[in-house]
């Protein structure tokens, strides 16, 4: 809390201060020449309003975005003649020459050559500077180098350009985020600033979405990542990042595109896009895909549908609603590798498949989303949004291949299904306004969540039990490092399991909260805000198939409370630099029950402080960020030492606020496009995430077993497993515009990722099956392709060096990435 306040009383001092630093002397503001000043709009050559675009006064090097009206506007100039430069990547540049006299307001319109559904295009056809353009995920239309948080954006023109099929293609763009493991390659597990990123931590156009089926990214418009803690807009979010998924929306002119996506291993996907009006105020867009695919992997295949259909509707020139949804259907072979022997990653071949050939995991998602915005006028707004999700997950698998070095495996089958429903409301107004000298920015917002999720328990498939004093049931004996052990009638049958109950686990969420971005000078401005959050965990319930009963379950309803403040600082020096500190605060739900109240315990508040640089170059053709987090947990909840009678405690339900643990690392973006045709982003990122203080070990007594403690910390320094040390990713694209070879593109891609410790993280007792080290890596991808009127082809080399690594999750679970593969598409646009 001093933290806080120490920052809180600087932002004070500095919005206090710095006025007089920035201003003349009274004497001097009183015979100063009334300024003038510029306004003006840029339209499309249909009308429409285009915005984001760059408004330059050459003679002094000042420039502005329009916003989402076209509108622009330049304050306090001298009187005389100025030239003003419009441009935008992709776009043609304009001039015009203004005269500004002193007391009065120019107005200038500029329209350009494109129409509104080409602007569309060039908005996310080019690697654009990410400091300039609003994300959805703000909540609000600030330009993320307004904001004291690093921010990143990855656009259509990225995922096309690689040909990206899932979210971890994406995602590999993104510094500071990377995936962590992938349990059984079922769901991707990603991981940023040292935080697993959960459910809560991935939306879909800004509400929570479901990642189990591994969503559609190849029909994705962009991937918006706000780095850090987000508590402050979402809750009950981890502290390392919020990935916010954005899909394609109707327009109000016809068109489309079909491809076709083949590759290696029997890959193939066809893709249909369809857009257009269908009167005068409405439009609509159907995007389908259809994905088959085998495998490097022995026996594993994948077969998916997905269908996105979207309706906007104008309901008036101040009001509109887009109703938007999605379904996918994914059905892919369950895979964990190849394994671990003796605690090591085994020697076995990468294609080599461990599962039963009858494994299956299917999957169905379905979301809806209706989404109403309103202006009351130029300066006030209204976002009203509700969406519902069902997931659905039928899965049937052996699990977990570890083995001493004999290789004997006694394989287990796990069997369950699986339904979430969560539905989610926003309301958000947002409006600008001034007190006395300073602007105001303001967002107001509350939000709920309510999701239940019923699992399925099934009969048990294992039929045998190993000796006592284990007595594990298992379903059959193979070993691993004898493939032909394998070939035995089980592999090919699956056993037959009956549904006994289904248990019933919900959770309810509201929140409210309040941000205001107040602009002290045209150099200067404070952004603070305050969230309050609600959480309620009723007790599970379980409802017998067989007996038609139902149970209530022995955990207690749990109830969370938490305040989630944010402050930070942005000093702009000159119009294409800005400099910020930030401070935020975040919150996590803890189980078990506490041992100094015997009642649930509470949530743990975690600090982040922040500090970074955001800059543009050469007009916006070129972005370098550098960003410096710490995150502290000072209030991490581990097993009590000693129990309710202060007795050594064996029970692991009975927690304490007594372990410390703490991330800190860097960040660096770089984005641009420099000249006409050559896009590029590159960056890099180092993270240290460990425990700082954990429960010790006390010498064992035979002679008095209350001596026996149970509570076995996490080696304090150690390097938490899933985190990564190094990522680094750079990808560069070129399309010649002129020439004999115009419309030729080449791209090549590389992508690092450091070292990793797999395994389990060791613990002071030395009990634990102990880390297994896993190296860095690094694969390059080249690109080729060509363009010509309507019809392109792109094709990728993938992993060019063959690189051999592997993504470990715990100990069993060790996935082989992917060889050297060949993947292109071709598209037809009409």
Do not use: C
């Amino acid at each position: 809390m001093k933290n806080i306040y120490s920052i809180f009383i600087l932002s004070i001092l500095f919005s206090l201060n710095l006025p007089a630093f920035a201003q003349e002397g009274p004497s001097q503001l009183a015979s100063a020449p009334i300024r003038g000043g510029i306004k003006g709009k840029v339209r499309a050559n249909d009308s429409k309003p285009a915005s984001l675009v760059t408004i330059q006064i050459v003679e002094n090097n000042r420039q502005t975005l329009s916003n989402e009206e076209g509108k622009f506007k330049f304050n306090n100039l001298k009187s005389g003649e100025y030239t003003l430069k419009i441009s935008s990547v992709g776009l043609k540049v304009q001039t015009q020459k203004v005269t500004v006299i002193e007391g009065q307001t120019a107005y200038v319109e500029f329209i350009l050559s494109e129409n509104s559904g080409q602007l569309d295009e060039v908005e996310i056809g080019g690697y654009q500077t990410p400091n300039q353009k609003p994300i959805s995920l703000g909540k609000i239309a600030i330009a993320p180098r307004d904001l004291p948080q690093s921010v990143q954006i990855i656009g259509t023109q990225v995922i096309q350009d690689q040909q990206a099929n899932r979210l971890a293609d994406v995602i590999k763009n993104v510094n500071g985020v990377s995936l962590g493991a992938n349990r059984g390659t079922v769901g991707e597990n990603f991981y940023a600033r040292g935080y697993s990123l959960g459910a809560n931590n991935v939306l879909k156009n800004g509400a929570r979405t479901i990642i189990g089926g591994m969503p559609e990214a190849s029909t994705l418009e962009s991937v918006e990542v706000l780095k850090g803690s987000s508590a402050l807009l979402y809750g009950g979010v981890s502290g390392g990042a919020v990935v916010n998924m954005v899909t394609k929306k109707p327009k109000f002119e016809y068109g489309g595109e079909f491809s076709m996506r083949i590759g290696s291993y029997d890959f193939y996907k066809p893709t249909l896009d369809l857009y257009g009006p269908v009167s005068k105020n409405i439009a609509v867009r159907v995007i389908g895909t259809y994905e088959k695919a085998g495998s490097f992997r022995d026996k594993v295949k994948s077969e998916r549908i997905y269908v996105n259909p979207s309706l906007l509707y104008q309901i008036s020139d101040k009001t509109d609603l887009l109703i938007q949804g999605d379904y996918l259907k994914s059905d892919f072979s369950p895979d964990f590798g190849i394994g671990t022997v003796d605690n090591k990653i085994s020697p076995l071949g990468r294609n080599v498949f461990l599962n039963t050939d009858w494994a299956y995991n299917k999957t169905n998602t379905t979301t809806a989303q209706a989404v109403l915005n309103h202006k009351f006028n130029n300066d006030w707004k209204l976002n009203v949004s509700a969406s519902l999700q069902s997931y659905d997950r039928n899965y049937f698998s052996s699990e977990r291949p570890f083995v001493k070095t004999d290789g004997i495996w006694n394989r287990a089958l796990t069997r369950s299904k699986i339904n979430e429903l969560t539905f989610n409301q926003q309301v958000n107004l947002t409006g600008t306004f001034k007190t006395g000298s300073l602007a105001h920015t303001l967002l107001v917002g509350a939000d709920a969540d309510q999701s239940r999720t019923k699992t399925g328990g099934f009969s048990n498939p294992n039929k045998l039990t190993t000796p006592a004093p284990e007595k594990a049931k298992y379903y059959d004996t193979v070993n691993l490092l004898d493939l032909s052990s394998f070939n035995i009638p089980s592999n090919f049958n699956a056993p037959e399991t009956n549904l006994l109950a289904n248990t019933k686990a919900p959770i309810y969420r509201v929140g409210g909260f309040v941000q205001d971005m107040v602009t002290v000078s045209e150099k200067f401005k404070v952004l603070a805000g305050i969230r309050w959050t609600y959480q309620k965990t009723p007790s599970t319930t379980i409802d017998s198939v067989t007996i038609n009963k139902t149970v209530k379950g022995t955990t207690p309803d749990k109830t969370d409370k938490a305040f989630s403040p944010k402050v930070g600082v942005v000093y702009e020096p000159f119009k294409a630099t800005s400099i910020y500190a930030s401070y935020a605060s975040n919150f996590t739900s803890n189980a078990g029950i506490d041992v100094t109240t015997n009642a649930p315990m509470k949530p743990s508040i975690i600090d982040q402080f922040e500090a970074g640089i955001k800059n543009d170059f050469l007009d916006g053709k070129l972005s370098a960020n550098v960003t410096w987090y710490k995150i502290v947990n000072n209030r991490f909840a581990q097993t009590a030492e000693l129990n309710l009678q202060g007795d050594r405690n064996s029970d692991t339900n009975l927690k304490e606020f007594t372990g410390k643990t703490a991330s800190d690392g860097i960040e660096i973006d770089i984005s641009g496009t420099i000249v006409e045709g050559l896009n590029f982003i590159a960056g890099y990122s180092y993270n240290y995430m460990r425990y700082t203080k954990t429960s010790d070990v006390e010498v064992i007594d035979p002679k008095d077993p209350k001596k026996y403690l149970v509570t076995k910390g996490i080696l304090e320094g150690e390097r938490l497993v899933g985190t990564t040390k190094n990522t680094a990713n750079g990808s560069l694209f070129y399309t010649f515009n002129t020439g004999p070879v115009k419309g030729l593109k080449l791209g090549a891609s590389a992508f690092y990722t450091g070292d990793r410790n797999g395994g389990r993280n060791t613990n002071k007792s030395g009990t634990s099956s102990g880390i297994i080290p896993v190296k860095g890596f690094t694969t390059f991808d080249l690109s080729a392709g060509y363009s010509y009127k309507k019809i392109s082809i792109l094709g990728k080399l993938s992993n060019l060096t063959n690189e051999l690594n592997y993504y470990v999750h715990e100990n069993y679970s060790v996935n082989p990435i992917p060889p050297r593969q060949f993947m292109t598409t071709i598209a037809y646009k009409f």
